[in-house]
Nanobody, 120 residues
Framework: QVALVESGGGLVQAGDSLRISCTAS??????MAWFRQAPGKEREFVAS????????FYGDSVKGRFTITRDNDANSIYLQMNNLKPNDTALYYC???????????????WGQGTQVTVSS
């Protein structure tokens, strides 16, 4: 079971862009994904990408603004976030699982999260 470590979070203003990263401790042939969780809310699906990149999905609230990419040679995935809004504020988690979808139980490996805060 690989360990996942997120990085790159921070405090930005509405309309800004930010890229966060997740690096696995070793190679993974699994789908990797981003979820987020704001205080008092359920964990929300953001995006997922299969190992080969052929199956990529986004949550409705981020479509057209966020882009997921992955570099398998670096055991990493990235989330480019553009036109950030205050309601994007959350703890962003990286996850790995067998299928590219929005189903939380599909994902067996989780990172500790990186905080993204968007001020108005």
């Amino acid at each position: 079971q690989v360990a996942l470590v997120e990085s790159g979070g921070g405090l930005v203003q509405a309309g800004d862009s930010l890229r966060i990263s997740c690096t696995a401790s070793g190679p993974t042939l699994m789908t990797m994904a981003w979820f987020r969780q704001a205080p008092g809310k359920e964990r929300e699906f953001v995006a997922s990408m299969s190992w080969g990149g052929g199956k990529t999905f986004y949550g409705d609230s981020v479509k057209g603004r966020f882009t997921i990419t992955r570099d398998n040679d670096a055991n990493s995935i990235y989330l480019q976030m553009n036109n950030l809004k205050p309601n994007d504020t959350a703890l962003y988690y990286c996850a790995a699982g067998p299928r590219s979808n929005d189903y939380v139980p599909n994902y067996s490996n989780w990172g500790q999260g990186t905080q993204v805060t968007v001020s108005s």
